[in-house]
């Protein structure tokens, strides 16, 4: 799973100094790097009405093929003990039996997919980085009203922040968001590394699947 983002250059000038702002987890100690210049979550959630991704992925967990843990949340240091555990154990939380859960997924409505993203500076350049996805479930009441979105599963899971992508792998175009970002919020819970100065971009990004 990657996200491919348009790569902007940033002028720094010589004020912009870097300022860490502690949060060791596995996914986002690689910011102590100094090449590092800035760092936040800027995670999303996307509604996959087309690409069906919730579907591929439970379709492959089924399968064996991936692999997927409980929902766990990024910014706490829980994810440094993922524990990967088969479908039936995770329907077995969710829903609470062991047996017969996949059946209570409606798959045409199996579509908000909730993405974990670090986006970092790295001299001079935006970059991205998804260490995992979650898939999500609506919830109704029995009269059928809708209350929401529950997180079914992580999985995805990337524990390298610059991978390389082999370029023969076919993508799938799944989606695309735009945003306005600025690296002053300092006291933002989804901070990771600050810059003096401010400095504003654009960011677009297109989520798509890669079929290995």
Request: with cysteine.
């Amino acid at each position: 799973m990657i996200k491919q983002l348009t790569v902007l250059l940033l002028l720094l000038s010589n004020t912009s100094i870097a300022q860490n702002k502690p949060h060791p987890t596995q996914f986002d100690k690689f910011i102590n790097k100094p090449g590092i210049q800035w760092a936040a979550y800027a995670s999303d959630t996307f509604n996959f009405d087309r690409a069906d991704l919730n579907n591929r992925l439970l379709n492959r967990l089924t399968k064996k093929e991936i692999k997927a843990s409980l929902p766990l949340d990024s910014r706490t240091t829980s994810v440094n003990n993922i524990k990967y555990i088969p479908l039936d154990s995770i329907n077995s939380v969710y829903f609470g039996a062991s047996t017969g859960m996949d059946n209570k997924i409606d798959t045409t409505r199996f579509l908000i997919t909730e993405i974990t993203q670090i986006l970092y500076v790295e001299k001079g350049i935006l970059k991205s980085y998804i260490p995992f996805v979650t898939p999500a479930l609506p919830v109704y009441l029995s009269s059928g009203k809708y209350l929401g979105e529950s997180f079914y599963f992580n999985t995805a899971y990337n524990y390298k922040y610059n991978r390389k992508f082999r370029k023969k792998n076919k993508l799938i175009f799944l989606g695309q968001t735009t945003s306005m970002l600025k690296n002053d919020l300092e006291q933002s819970k989804d901070q990771l590394k600050t810059m003096y100065g401010k400095i504003y971009w654009k960011h677009s990004g297109l989520m798509c699947w890669k079929i290995r």
